[in-house]
C-alpha cells in the first residue's frame, strides 16, 4: 500500500486565489512522485473549484477531502454538508472526529459514529481521527469488520496539534501497535502533530504509520512538498 500523506488545511488560506495558487505548486511538486498517495482536504467552498483545477490541466496524482462531513444526505439542516454532496464533489476522503471539532463544536465519539456510517454508506473513505483507545473503541462503536477495514485512523496527539511539540516516536509507535492490536494487522494508521520535514520520515520508518495527516506544514507548499519527497524515497 502507498503511503497516504493529509493536507488538513483547516480554515485556510482565506482567498480562493491563494487557495488555487497553494494546490496548484503541491500539484506541480508532486507531478512525477506514484508511490505517495496525496490528499488535499481544503474549506468545503474551495472544492469544486480545485476538483476543477485539478482536471483542467492534468491530475496530478492529488486526491480531494473534505474536514467534516454530516451524517444526515439531505434536508432541513442549516449550515451542513452530507456525505452525499462531498462525494458528489468529487471527494475521495473525508476527515472525521478531529480535535478541533469535538473541542470546538462539542462533537461526541457518538456524532463521530453517525458520521463515519454516513460516510462509508455514501463511498467516501473516512479518516477517523483519536488520540485514545477509547476514542477508536468509542467511534467505531457497531460497525462491521467489513467496514473497519475502509476506514483510516489518525492518531493525533492533542499536545502535538499545531503546537511545534510532536510526539516521540517511542510514544507514537506505542500508540500505533496499540490501535492495529484492536484493528488487526492490516489497518491503515496514520500519525498527525507537528510533522515537518525533519521528523516526516521517522514517524513512518521508525514508528511504522502508514502515512501522516499534516497540517501546518501543508499550508506552506515547499515544506509540503519537501514532506512528500522524503516519504517517497522511503
Ligand atoms: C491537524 O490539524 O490535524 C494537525 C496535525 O496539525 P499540525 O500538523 O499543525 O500539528
Known amino acids: 500500500m502507498k503511503p497516504l500523506i493529509i493536507a488538513n488545511w483547516k480554515m485556510n488560506p482565506q482567498t480562493l486565489t491563494n487557495a488555487k495558487k497553494l494546490f496548484n505548486v503541491v500539484k506541480k511538486g508532486v507531478k512525477n512522485i506514484k508511490n505517495v498517495e496525496v490528499i488535499i482536504c481544503p474549506p468545503f467552498i474551495y472544492l469544486p473549484t480545485l476538483r476543477a483545477s485539478a482536471f483542467a490541466k492534468g491530475y496530478g496524482g492529488l486526491a480531494l477531502g473534505s474536514q467534516n462531513c454530516f451524517w444526515e444526505d439531505e434536508g432541513a439542516f442549516t449550515?451542513?454538508?452530507?456525505?452525499?454532496?462531498?462525494?458528489?464533489?468529487?471527494?475521495?476522503?473525508?476527515?472525521?472526529?478531529?480535535?478541533?471539532?469535538?473541542?470546538?463544536?462539542?462533537?461526541?465519539?457518538?456524532?463521530?459514529?453517525?458520521?463515519l456510517r454516513a460516510a462509508l454508506a455514501n463511498n467516501l473513505k473516512p479518516i477517523l481521527c483519536v488520540d485514545s483507545i477509547n476514542q477508536v473503541k468509542r467511534g467505531l462503536k457497531g460497525i462491521s469488520k467489513k467496514e473497519i477495514k475502509k476506514i483510516v485512523i489518525a492518531y493525533e496527539p492533542i499536545f502535538a496539534i499545531g503546537t511545534g511539540k510532536a510526539c516521540s516516536i517511542s510514544k507514537?509507535?506505542?500508540m500505533n501497535f496499540s490501535i492495529r492490536k484492536i484493528l488487526g494487522e492490516t489497518a491503515t494508521i496514520l500519525y498527525g502533530g507537528s510533522v515537518n520535514p525533519k521528523n516526516a520520515k521517522d514517524f513512518i520508518e521508525?514508528?511504522?504509520f502508514q502515512g501522516l495527516l499534516i497540517g501546518g506544514a501543508s499550508l506552506n507548499p515547499k515544506e509540503f512538498v519537501k514532506i512528500i519527497k522524503k516519504v517517497s524515497q522511503i
Open 79 to 115: 449550515g451542513e454538508i452530507s456525505s452525499f454532496m462531498l462525494k458528489n464533489i468529487g471527494c475521495k476522503y473525508v476527515i472525521v472526529g478531529h480535535s478541533e471539532r469535538r473541542r470546538y463544536f462539542k462533537e461526541t465519539c457518538v456524532m463521530v459514529n453517525k458520521k
Open 172 to 174: 507514537a509507535k506505542e
Open 206 to 208: 521508525k514508528a511504522q
